[in-house]
């Protein structure tokens, strides 16, 4: 094991099991790629490109998955995750109550101001992120997670992957490798149903809710919303895809636009209950001359709408929230088992600013540190997503990583340790001939009030960065395996 990772074992009963389960999986693997015959192969793949036309697993123009392989877990790496993601939540839970308390704790997160007054306003229900998503990076060989970033705001890709889970199911090479491995999906549009329904409810909603899913029009994720929309309503719940350009607040109550649902013709406006927020505060804020004005954010000051996550949301979904668990000047808040599992999950982050701080229990002068040691560092935003502003320092000169050093200084940014992105082997089908070749992957555990993970986003990627952006992405569905006996 590298030194890197010395201490960073989470927790597995034994040597034995860890083995086993490696076994295990790297024979489920092995095993459905011998199935992937030419007859198969394509067969599987035709109908995977069908499936995607006909439920518009499209980001943007760009199919959202690439490969014939989902990703596999074990029992005990599930288990191992959700582990994982247990004992590292609550010390961001304790570092977001202590925040709303003392000023020189939430000075730390790096909020604007318009974040700081409405960050701190009532929004009605117990958990400011009642969905979530973890940015993770799984070396099942080593029993090591490491948690990069927490997307407390707008996890997306439930949508996507519940489907793609459903159209894999149904693939004949999932048929065959079904013959001797149990297939466990793990759904989470549901999750995300209920989780709006019980802020909803904790707010004081007490009628049938009519939900907007709240974006830009325009936005490459609009597929999504899609499958998010007959999810809802195949439950019952009347949906609206809404841009907030088209939100009108009056009387008391937010509209929009309305559409067809369940085969009728809605006459007049759709009355919006719940806002499922997949915009940005900061772009719903900040695009157009509205700003605090908009009609949407009028209309949850006035405790007129439920919205889903809300504006507390923001102070934990600040890519500092990873410095302020890791920095030495607020230990003093975890007990001995959320500081463990700080260590053994979160990688070394701090703001970038002119100071002194603590790196494997030395004093470093923190800029010239981080300039003298490009290699081991990437630069991230405080406030920005699908890796837009990341810098990997081993991509750039040495010249150029100075530059961005200081650049960065003006603006709230991050510095966060390096973490070994580990492959797995996946197929395409190209030109006719199956192609089997690593890719780099993530994992991405969906987490419910705070508190637990059920569900996970996989992203493949043959580039270093990995988002649905990223070079030779591809987004795959997670299922839970076990042989048959």
């Known amino acids: 094991m590298s030194n890197e990772l010395e201490g960073k074992r989470f927790r597995f009963s034994t040597l034995n099991a860890l083995y086993s389960m490696l076994g295990m999986l790297q024979e489920a693997i092995e095993t459905f790629h011998n199935l992937l015959t030419p007859d198969v192969a394509r067969e599987s ?32 790496q599930y288990h191992f995750l959700q582990s ?8 961001f839970g304790k570092v977001y109550r202590a925040a709303l308390e003392d000023d020189e704790l939430r000075a730390q997160f790096y909020l604007n101001d318009w974040e700081e007054t409405m960050a701190q306003e009532n929004f009605g229900f117990a958990e400011p992120s009642p969905s979530a998503r973890m940015d993770a990076f ?6 090591v997670v490491q948690f990069t970033e927490y997307n407390a705001e707008i996890p997306a890709g439930q949508g996507y992957t519940d489907t793609l889970a459903d159209v894999f199911l149904g693939l004949r090479a999932m048929g065959e490798f079904q013959k001797e491995y149990e297939v466990r999906p793990l759904p989470t549009r549901n999750q995300m149903l ?28 609009y597929s999504e919303f899609v499958l998010f929309k007959e999810y809802f309503e195949s439950q019952g719940y009347a949906t609206e895809i809404v841009d907030p350009r088209e939100c009108e607040y009056a009387n008391g109550k937010l509209t929009a636009p309305s559409t067809a649902f369940a085969g009728e013709r809605r006459s007049g406006r759709f009355e919006i209950n719940i806002v499922y927020k997949r915009v940005l505060i900061s772009e719903l804020v900040e695009r157009g001359d509205l700003g605090l004005e908009h009609p949407v954010i009028r209309a949850v000051r006035d405790n007129a709408v439920c919205m889903v996550n809300p504006f507390a949301c923001k102070i934990l979904h600040k890519k500092a929230s990873l410095a302020v668990l890791t920095d030495e000047r ?38 010239p540190f981080l300039a003298q ?17 990341v810098v990997l320092g081993w991509t750039v000169s040495q010249s150029e990583w100075e530059q961005i050093l200081q650049e960065r200084l003006q603006e709230p940014h991050i510095a966060q340790k390096k973490v070994i992105l580990p ?27 705070g508190e637990y993970m059920s569900g996970s986003l996989c992203r493949l990627s043959t580039a270093a960065l990995l988002n649905v952006t990223a070079g030779g992405g591809s987004t795959v569905p997670t299922f839970v395996i076990e042989k048959r006996g």
């Open 45 to 76: 793949w035709e109908q995977l490109q069908d499936q995607a036309r006909r439920r518009g697993l499209f980001f943007g123009e760009r199919a959202v998955t690439t490969v014939l392989r989902p990703r596999f877990l074990t029992t005990e």
């Open 423 to 449: 492959e797995e082997p996946f197929p395409s089908f190209v030109d006719g001939n199956v192609e089997i070749y690593n890719r780099m992957l993530d994992t991405d555990p969906y987490i419910w009030y």
């Open 138 to 143: 799984y070396l099942p060989e080593w029993g």
């Open 373 to 389: 040691n490009k290699d081991e560092f990437v630069i991230k935003p405080n406030d920005e997503y699908g890796g837009k502003g």
């Open 194 to 221: 209920h989780a709006l329904l019980d802020s909803y409810r904790q707010w004081g909603g007490t009628t049938r809710p009519n939900i907007a899913i709240l974006d830009w029009r325009e936005v490459p994720t």
């Open 84 to 91: 994982a993601i247990g004992a590292v939540m609550p010390a």
């Open 330 to 367: 607020n230990e003093h808040l975890f007990n001995s088992d959320e500081a463990l599992a700080i260590a053994n999950c979160i990688p070394w982050t701090r703001v970038l600013e002119e100071r002194k701080t603590t790196y494997m229990g030395e004093t470093v002068d923190l800029m």
